[in-house]
């Protein structure tokens, strides 16, 4: 094994670690990290594609065995996700994404704040999600059809999204909200993967390496997080919102 895939491989292996933990799939991070190490720009996002599908899968089954995934719940977000983001990709050559991320940025940064400061509060809200009533049933179809949009016209994961309307509009508890948008982001990636493969842009040998390196990864994080308290599970992910918020930013003002 070369250097370069060895650090990829290390590299994608902690990522996938540390996003499992809070119901995402790492694909924000693993699309620059494989760019930086040199690999092709449509090999990085096909093959960061791949890795959060497989981060996603492994850390759902281990939520699902701890009964902290709604699957009644997570259906519910998987068509307007799926049919936004074939919506927001099909967007990306006519609207300018600019505006869309600065707002993006603002959401963030006060999710994550809010986030953080749940841990010092005295008490939690926490509860079961609310009857699916149509109103409320309506919501969520709008909700995860605009996620899926921005999903797909930004390039951002939707778990970023589903965790926080889970935790403060539906007061679910924390771990069963991570459990939840793991097992959305499953169907949400294989979208995608199917969209990149069709085109016939995916680095099988890459992929093949790294895959049982976020498998791994995926399955120890979400294991870890089954163990953790609430509080300190929504601070580390009040942090990655802030994480991904700099991130974007640093994109916007460096565009180049």
């Not at 996603?56 to 997570?74: E, G, P, Q, W």
């Not at 679910?172 to 990636?189: D, E, H, L, R």
């Amino acid at each position: 094994m070369d250097t370069t895939l060895l650090v990829a491989v290390v590299a994608v292996f902690l990522i996938s670690i540390i996003f499992s933990m809070f119901g995402q799939g790492g694909g924000s991070l693993y699309t620059p990290i494989l760019f930086l190490l040199g690999y092709a720009a449509v090999v990085s996002i096909s093959t960061s594609l791949v890795l959060n599908l497989i981060t996603a899968l492994s850390a759902s089954i281990v939520f699902y065995r701890s009964k902290l995934i709604d699957i009644r719940l997570s259906l519910i977000f998987v068509p307007g996700i799926c049919l936004g983001a074939f919506i927001g990709g099909a967007l990306t050559n006519f609207v300018s994404p600019t505006i869309l991320l600065w707002i993006f940025v603002m959401f963030l940064a006060d999710a994550g704040a809010r986030m953080i400061y749940t841990y010092w509060e005295k008490s939690s809200d926490e509860r079961a999600c609310p009857i699916l009533s149509k109103r409320i049933y309506a919501v969520f179809v709008v909700f995860s059809f605009a996620v899926g949009i921005l999903s797909g016209l930004l390039g951002v994961g939707d778990g970023i999204l589903i965790v926080p309307f889970l935790i403060f509009v539906c007061h679910n508890p924390t771990k069963n909200s991570a459990g939840t948008a793991s097992f959305v982001v499953i169907f949400s990636s294989l979208f995608g993967v199917i969209d990149k493969s069709a085109f016939g842009s995916l680095d099988l040998p890459l992929i093949a390496v790294t895959a049982v390196a976020v498998f791994i990864g995926g399955t120890l994080g979400a294991r870890s997080m089954v163990k953790i308290k609430p509080g300190p599970i929504k601070v580390g992910f009040g942090i990655i919102m802030w994480v991904f918020a700099l991130q974007l930013v640093l994109k916007l003002t460096n565009p180049g």
